[in-house]
């Protein structure tokens, strides 16, 4: 079997992540509004059930479980409202 291209390689991958950083987006995006349960791990961040990241803007417990109403995301991370 001959060995694929390198550009082509790189190609298809490039266009991988752009489906995949898509379909982060439109989740997330789908996030905005809603209520979720949030594990904090840190002060200011925690993760939804779903592990999304959720920012917060200000310090929550640490270990604790807090209820979060989504309001944005960065692309990457969930904000909670105030």
């Known amino acids: 079997m001959p060995?694929?291209?390198g550009a082509a390689i790189r190609d298809r991958a490039?266009?991988?992540r752009a489906v995949g950083d898509a379909a982060v987006a439109r989740h997330l995006g789908a996030q905005v509004g809603t209520t979720h349960p949030v594990l904090m791990e840190n002060?200011?961040?925690g993760r939804t059930p779903?592990?999304?990241e959720v920012v917060?803007?200000?310090d929550q417990p640490v270990g604790q479980i807090v209820q979060a109403r989504i309001a944005g995301h960065d692309s990457a991370q969930l904000t909670a409202g105030a």
């Open 3 to 5: 060995q694929v291209n």
């Open 14 to 16: 490039a266009r991988l």
């Open 43 to 45: 002060p200011r961040m």
């Open 50 to 52: 779903q592990f999304a």
């Open 56 to 58: 917060f803007g200000a």
